[in-house]
Each structure stands twice: as C-alpha cells, then as structure tokens.
C-alpha cells in the first residue's frame, strides 16, 4: 500500500514525520502543500484532517494528523522495521516523550519559528520573543544536561522515539545563531552529534530548506 506524507519540508512537525519514516527504511511519496494557496484548507485535505494543519500521514486507506501522533504510529505499526524505537523501558521512554511536548518543545517552537521559519515564509523575526524563550529553554536544557552526563540517551541506553522527536527542532536551531544554547552543554551537545550523525537523520535532513 502507498505511504504519503502530506507537509512541508520546512515544517518542524512534517520533518518529525520525515525523520521517524525514513529511521524505519520506508518509501514513502512527500505530497507538498501548498498553505499561502490555502491547500490545507481546501475540501479534499480537511477530508484528511478537519483541522487543516499539515502534516497528514497516509497508509493505504487510514490516516494520521498530528506529527507525534505519526511518529508513535509508525513506530508501533512497523516496529520490526529498521530501528526499534519503543525498545526502553515503558517508563522512561513515556517520561521523556511526554517532557519533549509539555517542556521543550513550546519555548523551542517559539525560537526557531523566529529564527528558522519565519524568514523563509517572508515575515520578520521578532528578537525580544528569541531572547525571552530562550531564557525560559535554558532552564529546561539545563534539566536535559543533568540528565545526559547520566544516560546515553534520553530513554536509557538505546535511540528512541523520545530522542528523534527532538530533532527537528535542534536542527533548525543549530542553523542559527542561538545554537549555543546546545553547544554550550557539553553532555547535550555530544548527545546532539551522537543522534545527528545516523544516516537515516542525514538522509532527512540534506533535503530541508534550512
């Protein structure tokens, strides 16, 4: 059956489902959409997903919208497919993928959607938003630098789902100005280089716009 990943490349949530998919070895077709057009608000994509916000992940005949929702779909569904990313103790792994949604991920979004999206959908970068989040993420990393001079990975020993979600996010920073806020801490930098060097995340990223 055809795999289609409805999205943009340059969207953080369609890059997390670029990344799950291709850290599992599958084909898949990106179907780009086109939001200045207002194609995610046009009938036969609100069929897909009724809130019009991409990305939107086909298999076969069923589908899934939200990105963490489809990064947890693919790794179950094809969890004997390439790495094993539910292979950590249920208890760290659900921790940590609950953390990334809740801690990181809502002062993260803020700075990299100034420092990484917005210029590339033409609009201007606020800096007082950059700085005030990046205060707010700083105490947060701080919690994550404590945590990985203990532990290889966020969920234990092993790559796991609770790692790849990060990724998007840490990329587009890392293409800006304010990636010191990773480099800086040495146990989240190593970690940093660590997950980025995997070919599946190489193969995602040399087609982003960033």
């Given at each position: 059956m055809a795999i289609k990943l409805h999205g943009q490349p340059w969207s953080?949530?369609?890059?997390?489902?670029?990344?799950?998919?291709?850290?599992?070895?599958?084909?898949?077709?990106l179907?780009?959409?086109?939001?200045?057009?207002?194609?995610?608000?046009?009938?036969e994509f609100l069929a897909l997903n009724a809130?019009?916000?991409i990305p939107v992940f086909q298999d076969g005949d069923g589908s899934v919208f939200e990105s963490r929702a489809i990064t947890?779909?693919?790794?179950?569904r094809y969890k004997e497919t390439g790495t094993d990313l539910l292979s950590a103790s249920s208890a760290a792994l659900e921790t940590w993928l609950q953390v990334?949604?809740?801690?990181?991920n809502p002062p993260m979004f803020r700075i990299i959607f100034e420092l990484?999206?917005?210029p590339l959908i033409g609009m201007s970068t606020n800096m007082s938003v950059v700085e005030n989040e990046s205060d707010k993420?700083?105490?947060?990393?701080?919690?994550y630098e404590a945590h990985l001079a203990k532990n290889k990975y966020l969920a234990g020993d092993e790559f796991t789902l609770a790692d790849l979600n990060h990724m998007p996010e840490i990329y587009i920073l890392s293409k800006s100005a304010k990636f010191d806020l990773i480099d800086s801490?040495?146990?989240?930098?190593?970690?940093?280089?660590?997950?980025?060097?995997?070919p599946a995340w190489e193969k995602t990223a040399v087609s982003l716009p960033f």
């Open positions: 953080n949530n369609t890059v997390r489902a670029m990344a799950v998919l291709n850290e599992k070895g599958l084909d898949y077709e179907c780009p959409v086109d939001l200045r057009a207002g194609g995610h608000k046009k009938p809130f019009g916000q947890r779909y693919v790794a179950t990334e949604g809740s801690q990181f990484g999206i917005k993420i700083g105490t947060v990393l701080d919690v801490r040495p146990h989240l930098k190593a970690w940093w280089e660590d997950i980025s060097a995997r």
